[in-house]
């Protein structure tokens, strides 16, 4: 979990984290890399990773905005990590962000300079008997152009294994922006560990070109390499600080 003295900005709970994640080359992420970080890789390879959860109980600077509490979020995100005096810490880029509220975007984008953008949303969550997650899909309409991620669990909520590409994927508490003037802020993400389940089946449908870029066609165009779905957990996002050149 990040340790940091900065501001919180929002507060949120995150919940029902679908997970896809999928190796990829090097050539494709490397022009998203804002300056001051790296790409970060579990065991030589580098991960891609559409999201597609929940937010609730949303408030910002400690103000509930209605009818923006409770909405969906889709996000194409990768993995960096920047060297410190006080050792590695280890964030995510994103790539596009998509959620239902106009406003939700636009604060995004001007706060963080964040890449989101409104869209029709909706989700489907099938429980178990027990009111554990069979099911869950996140659905939209970008540009005219439906698309949906899915995931179905094995059942049984588990920790994340230590040194798994589970853990990897799920415990980067930092997030890195490029700003317009071509410099970087850093925002810190605190959450306790997740527990997730793992995934049956997974897939996304979408048209990848005009959703995030041809150069990422291929890749997610074909099943994920590892997918789960996580349970999240009440989140505070803080106020972002400048990387140093």
Same mark, same amino acid.
Request: hydrophobic share 45%; glycine share 8%.
């Given at each position: ?26 050539s ?9 970080v ?6 030589g390879?580098?991960?891609a990773?559409?999201?597609? /959860? +929940?937010? *609730? ?8 905005v209605?009818?923006? &509490?409770?909405?969906?979020e !889709? ?28 406003l ?18 909706a ?15 996140y ?28 853990? /990897? +994927?799920? *415990?980067?508490y930092?997030?890195?922006?490029r700003?317009?003037?071509?410099? &970087?802020?850093?925002?810190? !993400?605190?959450?306790?560990p997740?527990?997730i389940?793992?995934?049956e ?11 995030y870029?041809?150069?990422f066609?291929?890749t ?17 996002v ?8």
């Amino acid at each position: 979990m990040a340790k940091t003295l900065s501001r919180a900005f929002l507060t949120a709970e995150w919940r029902f984290l679908a997970m896809l994640n999928w190796g990829v080359e090097r050539s494709v992420l490397a022009p998203y890399v804002p300056a001051g970080v790296e790409l970060d890789d579990f065991n030589g390879t580098f991960y891609a990773t559409v999201v597609g /959860f +929940l937010f *609730e109980s949303t408030r910002v600077l400690g103000l509930a905005v209605p009818f923006h &509490t409770d909405f969906e979020e !889709v996000n194409l995100r990768f993995y960096v990590r920047r060297r410190t005096a006080g050792g590695i810490r280890r964030g995510v880029v994103f790539v596009k962000e998509l959620v239902p509220r106009r406003l939700i975007a636009l604060v995004a984008r001007r706060v963080y300079h964040e890449k989101y953008v409104a869209a029709r949303m909706a989700h489907e969550i099938d429980f178990r008997s027990d009111e554990s997650p069979a099911r869950v899909v996140y659905s939209w309409t970008h540009a005219g152009e439906a698309g949906h991620v899915r995931v179905s669990t094995a059942p049984g909520l588990v920790p994340l294994a230590a040194g798994s590409i589970e853990e /990897f +994927l799920a *415990e980067h508490y930092y997030g890195y922006v490029r700003q317009p003037d071509g410099t &970087t802020r850093e925002y810190a !993400v605190e959450h306790p560990p997740w527990k997730i389940w793992p995934a049956e089946g997974a897939g996304l449908d979408a048209d990848v070109g005009s959703l995030y870029d041809d150069r990422f066609a291929s890749t997610l165009n074909r099943p994920p390499d590892v997918a789960f779905l996580a349970a999240g957990s009440p989140v505070v996002v803080r106020h972002g600080i400048e990387v140093p050149s």
